[in-house]
Nanobody, 126 residues
Framework: LQVVESGGGLVQRGGSLRLSCAVS????????IGWFRQAPGKEREAVSC????????RYADSVKGRFTISGDHAKNAVYLQMNSLKPEDTAVYYC????????????????????WGQGTQVTVSP
């Protein structure tokens, strides 16, 4: 699988961005997909994940109510809509897909995912 993120950029506090994750090599409708982020000097952390089979989502407490993950099976893509952005959201954001299709709920840990994109930078100014 190949994973490519896009949509990052510079935005002011309170602004919005929509990240896209395009996946090739298989159809996403049987995979879990995760969004992660890593700020300078910090460990990579889970932001959100989507279980395509269950049509269920998870969010980190820090982004609940502000971020929304969604999938478009026709386009084989997943999106992360980010609203009410804060400076602490500044990080490189990564999309990730596990090695195998999964009917179980998605996991919020990097070790559960084997295919990663190159990341897209999100910078939120104060």
């Amino acid at each position: 699988l190949q994973v490519v993120e896009s949509g990052g950029g510079l935005v002011q506090r309170g602004g919005s961005l929509r990240l896209s994750c395009a996946v090739s090599g298989d159809t996403l409708d049987v995979y879990n997909i995760g969004w992660f982020r890593q700020a300078p000097g910090k460990e990579r952390e889970a932001v959100s994940c989507l279980s395509s089979v269950l049509n269920a989502t998870r969010y980190a407490d820090s982004v609940k109510g502000r971020f929304t993950i969604s999938g478009d099976h026709a386009k084989n893509a997943v999106y992360l809509q980010m609203n009410s952005l804060k400076p602490e959201d500044t990080a490189v954001y990564y999309c990730a897909v596990p090695r195998w299709p999964d009917e179980n709920m998605c996991r919020m840990r990097p070790s559960a995912y084997q295919f990663w994109g190159q990341g897209t930078q999100v910078t939120v100014s104060p």
